[in-house]
């Protein structure tokens, strides 16, 4: 153990008793129905087990939906699996599990041939091959998209209408998941739930999936949806599951800004088309910091955006598609039409962008299989780590990734699950906290903004010990008051849960003594000489976590957790 944190959080956020709420029964239950949960929810009910799918928005709602550029997968002909392989290690920076990334990579072509049987329609060319598009890090135009820069309203659409008739799955929209519900062993043996009218349910489960998606929601700056507030890996952990590598966040270097407007995400495949990044002087300033340019990593054009702004003393770099040679309106009809609505036209203004998280590349630790270190609970998509990833994403590598492990953690949990029986879950109760400050008001959206400022300006593209240091102090004293309160709606659930993530990342960030991948420390500049993960392991005594320990684990032995 390298270092430990202390939290002195409660098991549970809420107290309950479920002989008191209905219950339901089943044999899988997926928390998230994105590209990853609604994948594993498909694979498990095909292999026959009875499954429940909760999302505490709208099916449709989720990263998935946002998702813009594509999917890579190897389908071309002058492609092939292993520079699909080395493109996703070289981009992770030596912390990529070589053998996790074979896998996702010669699952792909059946991960996406899945999808068009689901019926996604993706575009094509003229003579009916896939359409195929180039991102940065990637050596091969392998990236398979959808009504150009929106794949991910066609992924989560043929999903969500697969998953609502398939007879063996229930779907519960707007239901929040509040903690899993574990047995006195330590196993997970359900989900306690509020629907969209404040009222509790107790779901018992033989397996729990969990397919959160990301937390892009603790920043400021954000490409994420509102409900990416990182609550898988805050119930995992009050779960006592292991979390991996949590510093590393990717940030998305062209997101538009415009004050009051959303950060929308301007896809890599516009910088893939041509299009260049100039400061506010005109100056071309890619071509200084990597031979690829606007198509070098994710993490060198954000570094270089960032530096810029500040040399520049502007709060943005401007996009400029004016030299492309086809008509930008066409290839890229999403961002034309945002643009426009903010009074740009993309043919001729330059388009004012600024860098924003994106990723949240650690995760839930799991197996290949999706397993996580607790029994009985699973994590697939972004809210796992699967080492596929390492220090860095490549681009489009995500949606496959959920798909393939969707695909696996789906059919083994099902597996795993006609081995057991559904626990009761009547034996379980969580008595409220006696000195719970019932008295005391906080302004929750005050302090969530405090959060998202905190963690943008301290734990974002760039970050220092000292910095980090103080962030973990601020961070702690505003968990320690919220957790003194009662929680009672999804917005105190999703700032508690924000606050325990962001203390997890912002504590592993401090343990990461140089600069990798995304990780950027201006006082440890460069990679250090080993390659090492890093794992919080959750200390559970009596109803509390008392806190986590830091692990450093070697990347020689840091490879599954059971192979
Ligand atoms: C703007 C944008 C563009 C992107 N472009 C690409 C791209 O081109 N290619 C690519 O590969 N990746 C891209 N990504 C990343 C990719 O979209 C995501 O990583 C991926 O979709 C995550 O899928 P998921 O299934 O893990 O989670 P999501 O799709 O985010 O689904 C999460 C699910 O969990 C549910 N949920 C969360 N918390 C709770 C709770 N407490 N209770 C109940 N349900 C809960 C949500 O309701 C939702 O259904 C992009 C991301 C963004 C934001």
């Keep these: 153990m390298d270092a430990s944190l202390s939290l002195g959080a409660s098991r549970y956020l809420v107290p309950f008793d479920p002989r008191q709420v209905p219950q339901f ?14 994948t594993a929810a498909l694979r498990a009910a095909e292999a026959g087990a009875s499954v429940a799918v909760l999302t505490k928005g709208k099916l449709l709602e989720g990263n998935t939906r946002w998702a813009k550029g594509g999917l890579a997968a190897v389908t071309g002909s002058r492609d092939s699996f292993d520079s699909h392989a080395q493109d996703t290690l070289d981009v992770g920076c030596g912390l990529s599990d070589p053998k996790v990334v074979q896998h996702v990579v010669r699952d792909g072509p059946r991960a996406l041939n899945e999808l068009l049987d689901l019926g996604a329609k993706f575009d094509r060319e003229g003579n009916g091959d896939l359409s195929l598009s180039r991102e940065g890090g990637h050596s091969h135009a392998r990236i398979v998209h959808a009504h150009g820069d929106s794949t991910g309203i066609e992924i989560q659409r043929a999903l969500t209408e697969a998953l609502e008739e398939h007879p063996r799955i229930r779907t519960f929209e707007r239901h929040f998941a509040i903690d899993l519900l574990s047995d006195p062993d330590g196993r997970v043996v359900g989900v306690l739930a509020s629907n969209f009218k404040s009222q509790r349910f107790a779901f018992a489960a033989r397996e729990v999936i969990l397919a959160t998606g990301g937390s892009g929601q603790l920043y400021r700056e954000t490409t994420n949806p509102d409900l990416a507030t990182g609550d898988g890996l805050a119930m995992g952990l009050r779960s006592g599951a292991v979390q991996r590598d949590l510093e590393f966040v990717q940030f998305h270097p062209t997101c538009l800004y415009i004050a009051g407007a959303a950060r929308v995400l301007i896809s890599e495949i516009v910088r893939g088309a041509g299009a260049e990044l100039r400061d506010k002087n005109g100056y071309r300033f890619m071509p200084d910091h990597h031979p690829a340019a606007e198509l070098a990593p994710r993490d060198v054009v954000s570094r270089a955006v960032f530096e810029r702004m500040v040399a520049t003393e502007d709060t943005s770099v401007y996009l400029h598609l004016a030299g492309l040679g086809s008509d930008p309106h066409r290839a890229f009809p999403a961002v034309s039409r945002i643009a426009r609505f903010f009074g740009l036209d993309i043919a001729k203004d330059p388009i004012p962008v600024r860098p924003g998280a994106h990723y949240h590349i650690g995760g839930l630790a799991v197996d290949m299989d999706g397993r996580t270190s607790v029994p009985g609970l699973w994590a697939v998509g972004e809210c796992a780590s699967t080492n596929l990833h390492g220090a860095n994403r490549i681009g489009s590598n995500s949606l496959l990734e959920g798909l393939v492990m969707g695909n696996r953690a789906g059919r083994c949990a099902a597996n795993a699950a006609f081995d057991g029986t559904v626990s009761s879950l009547d034996h379980l109760r969580h008595e409220s906290a006696p000195d719970a400050l019932h008295e005391v008001e906080l302004n929750l959206d005050d302090l969530t903004y405090s959060l998202k400022s905190l963690m943008w300006r301290d734990m974002g593209v760039q970050r220092s010990g000292p910095a980090l240091g103080e962030a973990l102090k601020r961070l702690t004293f505003w968990a320690r008051a919220v957790e003194a309160l009662p929680l009672e709606s999804p917005r105190a659930w999703e700032l508690i849960n924000m606050l325990t993530v962001a203390r997890l990342a912002t ?9 990798r991948g995304v990780h950027w420390r201006t006082d440890f500049p ?25 692990r450093r684990v070697a990347v020689t032995e840091a490879q599954l957790l059971r192979e």
Excluded: K, T, W
Excluded at 25 to 38: H, I, Q, W, Y
Excluded at 527 to 550: C, I, K, M, R, Y
């Design 526 to 550: 460069v990679p250090g000489p080993d390659a090492f993960h890093q794992e919080l392991v959750p200390n559970l005594v009596n109803g509390f976590v008392e806190g986590v320990d830091l």
């Design 507 to 515: 504590f592993s960030a401090l343990g990461r003594c140089e600069s």
């Design 25 to 38: 029964r089943f044999d899988v239950l997926v928390l998230g129905g994105g590209s990853a949960g609604g």
